[in-house]
């Protein structure tokens, strides 16, 4: 009976976060749905992003992509941004999920914090500066000569990307690693006055405007292009086109841009929504014993937090890795381009016969003709969009 009496008196003066070394022990013994999530589901996105995007970048990058078609320019930096930000979420998850220490040390969180964020930016502005171009080139077609083309598609990616990296910067002030938690968590100072706090601030002046509201400018910027499509379609001129090409372009355009936009909007918003949710789960008490941190109300809310924002992220980070997959179900054009790398630029003469024939003498553009006269089939994929 003393011996329990000892053992109980001194179970209760130990930190939870000294029988839990970190975060992750902590949550994969009292937050397991969570946890399982988040190592069964992610490395999916990462097979899938890691040959994708690449592939997507070969191809949007490519010359006969690229020429007279700036929309690809977009879709390229889009390709090698979401590459990269599934390259720093490998690292994120292997510390997160698996516990290795890989950032949370000292002077190794802030610039981690810093790169991981300059993607996360860079990919919904890249989609808004593409879907406005898109919007331009479709419902204001005379100023597509001079604005929608290659050369101005390049600067303003340019401009994205120093932008966002501007953005990213004010994260090496906020994160800081704390050693007591063995985390990468908020800098005292820069959560100090609550609401009133500088991540609080930043996080309603900066992060909720790119990642929550920008979705929902892109998805109107869609609906005023489907809008004009549909106008268009009414008045014979996408089937005079389509008389001159293959008639099945146009849906897949817009089969595209439906795809693309809603996968966006639904796994942005979504995530941004259960982020920012964090400050109203505070951590519990942590001289508790385990059974008393299972029973008491404040960490109990924040384990059921967790789990839900835990599924929630795995879910969201899918359209950082699936573009391609989009690409390639909705766009012929992509989809050729996809067989020509298989067979090794033609080199694979058995396979080769599933694209020789059709690809041979096309040229592709989403958006801008740049001045040219394109051929029948470009104008029937001039609605195509995608992020």
Request: aromatic content about 14%.
């Amino acid at each position: 009976m003393n011996n329990t009496t000892v053992l109980d008196n001194v179970t209760n003066t130990t930190s939870i976060f000294q029988r839990y070394p970190g975060f992750t022990a902590l949550f994969e013994e009292f937050s397991p749905t969570g946890t399982l999530a988040e190592r069964v589901i992610p490395p999916v996105w990462y097979f899938v992003g890691f040959v994708g995007n690449p592939v997507s970048a070969v191809i949007w990058f490519g010359r006969r992509m690229r020429r007279n078609n700036s929309s690809a320019i977009y879709l390229g930096s889009l390709a090698v941004s979401d590459f990269v930000f599934l390259l720093l979420h490998l690292l994120y998850h292997l510390h997160t999920t698996w516990g290795y220490d890989i950032y949370n040390v000292d002077k190794g969180c802030e610039p981690f914090m810093f790169f991981f964020y300059i993607p996360q930016y860079l990919s919904v502005i890249l989609v808004a500066a593409f879907t406005v171009e898109r919007y331009t080139a479709v419902c204001h077609p005379f100023l597509k000569e001079k604005w929608c083309t290659v050369r101005r598609a390049c600067i303003l990616v340019i401009l994205c990307v120093t932008f966002s990296t501007a953005l990213a910067s004010v994260q090496i002030y906020i994160w800081t690693y704390q050693p007591e938690y063995n985390a990468c968590n908020l800098r005292s100072e820069a959560a100090a006055g609550g609401d009133k706090s500088l991540w609080a601030i930043w996080n309603w002046a900066v992060d909720i405007p790119i990642l929550g509201v920008l979705p929902l400018v892109v998805l109107i910027f869609n609906a005023l292009v489907l809008h004009e499509i549909i106008k268009l379609s009414k008045n014979g001129v996408i089937t005079r086109q389509q008389g001159r090409g293959s008639g099945g372009n146009n849906t897949a355009s817009t089969l595209t841009l439906l795809s693309v936009s809603f996968f966006l909007i639904i796994t942005q918003i979504m995530a941004t929504v259960v982020t920012n949710l964090q400050p109203a789960f505070p951590i519990g008490d942590v001289m508790l014993t385990d059974t008393q941190v299972r029973a008491d109300p404040t960490w109990t809310r924040l384990f059921t937090y967790m789990d839900a924002r835990k599924i929630t992220d795995v879910i969201s980070i899918s359209h950082f890795a699936c573009y391609f997959v989009i690409y390639f179900l909705t766009g012929k054009h992509f989809r050729r381009e996809v067989f020509f790398l298989a067979t090794c630029q033609g080199r694979l003469h058995f396979l080769d016969r599933l694209v020789a024939k059709t690809r041979k003498g096309e040229r592709y553009s989403m958006v801008s003709s740049n001045g040219h006269t394109l051929a029948t089939d470009t104008c029937t994929t001039a609605f195509t969009t995608t992020m």
